[in-house]
């Protein structure tokens, strides 16, 4: 029930606070901000409509009402000058002119408006140069590996039982590590422990074996 539905039943400003849970103050003043400036009753249209026409309407940014402060701040920020950097050069530029001095935030919130032309340029991908190796370098390679895409489409499909994905996570500073397994149509998963001793490959494809082998004929590898 609204309170233009409790003032037609004629109720009291307390039993309307009681009624929608709010102070009689705010009652009050709901009525005598809202209520139909013509006939001084209180109507849900009018005073959405009053309430509405109060709301503060945006402002423009500084940064795009002061030609000045903006052609500033979209040359520092050009030369990839941070929002901080900009902040702080406008205060020494500008020490007597407090409209033009800008905090952190708000040049951050003028680089995400979409209606103020200021843009921060995008960071500048490093290019790291390959060293040149002599001869053919085989350390840390696989080789006869079998990529992903080239798998039957069968396996893709995740129609057929028995094929398997593997894994391994490694735990804090590469000292534990646990190994999973999980079969693709049934998503039936297996965990591999590996002694904290010694959480190496051998030790993972040892606990591999040992879990594959203990695994029902259907549930196989295919």
């Not at 109507?43 to 509405?52: F, M, N, S, V, W």
């Not at 795009?64 to 920020?77: G, I, K, N, P, S």
């Not at 500008?94 to 919130?109: G, K, M, N, V």
Request: aromatic share 4%.
């Amino acid at each position: 029930m609204t309170i233009a539905d409790l003032r037609r039943e004629a109720k009291t400003l307390q039993e309307i606070a009681v009624a929608i849970g709010r102070s009689t103050s705010t009652i009050s003043r709901e009525l005598r901000r809202n209520a139909d400036p013509t006939t001084g009753r209180y109507l849900p249209a009018t005073a959405d409509r009053l309430a509405a026409a109060r709301v503060a309407r945006p402002r423009p940014r500084r940064v795009a009402r002061d030609a000045q402060l903006h052609a500033v701040v979209v040359e520092l920020l050009g030369k990839r000058w941070s929002p901080e950097q900009v902040a702080h050069d406008l205060r020494q530029r500008f020490p007597d002119h407090r409209a033009r001095q800008l905090c952190t935030e708000s040049i951050y919130q003028a680089i995400y408006d979409v209606t103020v032309e200021v843009t921060r340029p995008a960071k500048r991908r490093r290019r790291h140069r390959r060293r040149r190796i002599q001869g053919l370098e085989r350390r840390g390679r696989l080789t006869g590996m079998t990529m992903i895409a080239d798998r039957p489409a069968d396996v893709d499909a995740r129609v057929q039982v028995g094929h398997w994905e593997g894994d391994c996570i490694m735990g804090a500073g590469n000292r534990s590590a646990i190994g999973t397994l999980v079969e693709r149509h049934t998503r039936f998963l297996a965990l591999i422990p590996v002694p904290l001793d010694q959480p190496t490959a051998q030790a993972i494809r040892d606990g591999i074996c040992s879990a594959m082998a203990d695994l029902p004929p259907h549930l196989g590898p295919g």
